[in-house]
Nanobody, 121 residues
Framework: QVQLVESGGGLVQAGGSLRPSCAAS???????????MGWYRQSPGKQRELVAT???????NYADSVKGRFTISRDNAKNTVYLQMNSLKPEDTAVYYC????????????WGQGTQVTVSS
């Protein structure tokens, strides 16, 4: 069992930056079984979409809309993933959700509660 808690969202003007974080907690056995972690976002009336993912080995991928502006990273010692968001645009406004994939005898996906990011023009 893994719990994910996001923090660090907020309100910024266009062109500004935010760096939300997501901390994973639970049994060490479960935490150590986490493979990929990622950030997704959802705006009103839209489906949840991928923002960025990072594997246990450090490989990353990004949505085309955020490439060059966002950077995902993880601190394995702290069981925390970060999303550095620069050059924010109003269209980045959404609830940002952290997720984690646990691989044992089965694959389980966990989601955080979300953190609101609002970018004003």
């Amino acid at each position: 069992q893994v719990q994910l808690v996001e923090s660090g969202g907020g309100l910024v003007q266009a062109g500004g930056s935010l760096r939300p974080s997501c901390a994973a907690s639970g049994r060490t056995f479960s935490i150590n079984a986490i493979n990929a972690m990622g950030w997704y976002r959802q705006s009103p009336g839209k489906q949840r979409e991928l923002v960025a993912t990072i594997s246990s080995g450090g490989s990353t991928n990004y949505a085309d809309s955020v490439k060059g502006r966002f950077t995902i990273s993880r601190d394995n010692a702290k069981n925390t993933v970060y999303l550095q968001m620069n050059s924010l645009k109003p269209e980045d406004t959404a609830v940002y959700y952290c997720n984690a994939e646990e691989v044992t005898v089965v694959i389980r996906t966990y989601w955080g509660q979300g953190t609101q990011v609002t970018v004003s023009s």
